[in-house]
């Protein structure tokens, strides 16, 4: 479904999971907390396989997404797998909603210092309030062990609601608001020149998200903007009574802009802004200069968020690839992911390049880095290694 450039991206929504043994009423309590039919609800275990994501918009909380998990004291290979799902989910979590329903409380306290060693926000629950007799006890317990006062809630006599949903809008991060995308790069009244070239990976009639979202960002600015493909910029910019301020290219035609443009004018890519925008920018150019360092004998690994079926001349499938064999050699090893298909061992390869993310929220990007930088492996972006490839790393401007 094409998105409109007034719905707000997932990506860009507060995340808030909802974690849990099987059966411990995450379900029913999402269902409760919302007034929907979200999750669907039974008294058998492992009802909740994948899980499941809802955006909703929430007085007091704004743009979120509600995701509920399977129980992570699933078993069996399935459930492995499944378990190996919530993980993801919980990556992606700004806020986690933790459910204690017993007194073992093994899991759930390894769940719980996952969440504080990732520096996420935990609020803890009793669930089911309105059959457990020892909520006194339990409440004890989740204090003792976690410091945290637990809210006793039943989704059932819709009890408790209330004080979840204050709890999440306190712990609500500071800084949750997205930053800008072209950051300090442009203001009121800057001209900027958007090249975006439309083939095959921009279907007809449709930009892709990157494009839409700074076109946003930049008419929120009220920035004054100006759009071509790359085979108009020369008359794009005779037209031009004075050169653009800034230019943003996609990135896979970052040197031949940069031939083109005006000695005044600073030059980014889509790419290059959403690393800084979702990623670690810093941490992104340092990983490029691992690209001088590979030989035959290296192993790279591109990290493609989106999951749609490869297309002919695919910049990530195709086109990087392609580049950097020319670049090292044939015997270059590349491995491709996509979706949230990301290796646990990073240790086998010489350099990972992740793209610019745009479908996964930064919560998740900065889990992906952190592994990345734990194990001591470089990572970069499209955006930046293209540059890098190009000659041009030093000469694109970022905030």
């Not at 306290?109 to 669930?127: E, G, H, M, N, R």
């Not at 909520?135 to 004080?163: C, F, H, M, N, P």
């Not at 790069?185 to 958007?194: I, N, P, S, T």
Request: aromatic fraction near 6%.
């Amino acid at each position: 479904m094409t998105k409109t450039l007034n719905e707000t991206p997932n990506a860009n929504r507060l995340h808030i999971g909802f974690f849990g043994k099987r059966n411990s009423g995450k379900s029913s309590l999402i269902n409760a907390f919302t007034g929907q039919d979200v999750s669907i609800v039974s008294s058998t275990p492992g009802t909740t396989t994948d899980p499941v994501y809802k955006a909703m918009e929430i007085h007091g909380i704004g743009a979120c997404v509600l995701i509920d998990t399977a129980g992570f004291d699933d078993i069996g290979e399935l459930g492995q797998i499944r378990v190996e799902k919530t993980q993801i989910a919980a990556d992606k979590t700004d806020i986690a909603v933790l459910l204690f329903a017993d007194n073992d409380m093994d899991k759930e306290l390894v769940w719980f210092k996952y969440f504080q060693d990732k520096k996420t926000p935990v609020i803890a629950v009793i669930s089911k309030a309105d059959v457990l007799t020892n909520l006194q006890e339990l409440q004890r317990l989740v204090k003792e062990y976690t410091g945290l006062d637990a809210i006793i809630v039943s989704a059932k006599d819709i009890t408790g609601i209330a004080e979840l949903k204050d709890n999440l809008i306190r712990l609500m991060p500071d800084d949750f608001e997205m930053p800008s995308i072209t950051g300090n790069l442009v203001g009121e009244g800057d001209l900027v020149l958007l090249v975006m070239p439309q083939d095959i990976q921009a279907p007809m009639g449709r930009l892709i998200l990157p494009q839409v979202q700074t076109i946003r960002d930049l008419l929120d600015k009220k920035c004054i903007v100006s759009s071509v493909t790359t085979d108009k910029i020369d008359r794009a910019l005779s037209t031009l009574t004075e050169p653009p301020k800034l230019i943003i290219t996609d990135s896979q035609v970052f040197k031949t802009v940069y031939e083109k443009k005006p000695k005044g004018s600073m030059l980014t890519s889509f790419s290059v802004l959403f690393a800084a925008y979702k990623g670690d920018l810093p941490y992104y150019f340092e990983g490029a200069k691992a690209i001088d360092n590979l030989t035959e004998k290296s192993k790279v690994l591109i990290a493609e968020c989106c999951t749609h079926a490869p297309l002919t001349e695919d910049i990530g499938r195709e086109k990087l690839p392609r580049f950097l064999h020319q670049r090292i050699g044939n015997g270059l090893t590349i491995d491709i992911v996509s979706g949230t298909d990301f290796p646990k061992d990073l240790g086998v390869y010489d350099l990972i390049i992740q793209c610019g993310a745009c479908m996964f929220n930064r919560k998740y990007v900065l889990s992906r880095i952190a592994k990345a930088k734990e194990q001591g492996v470089p990572m970069s972006n499209y955006g930046v290694v293209l540059a890098h490839l190009s000659g041009i790393l030093d000469k694109i401007s970022v905030f």
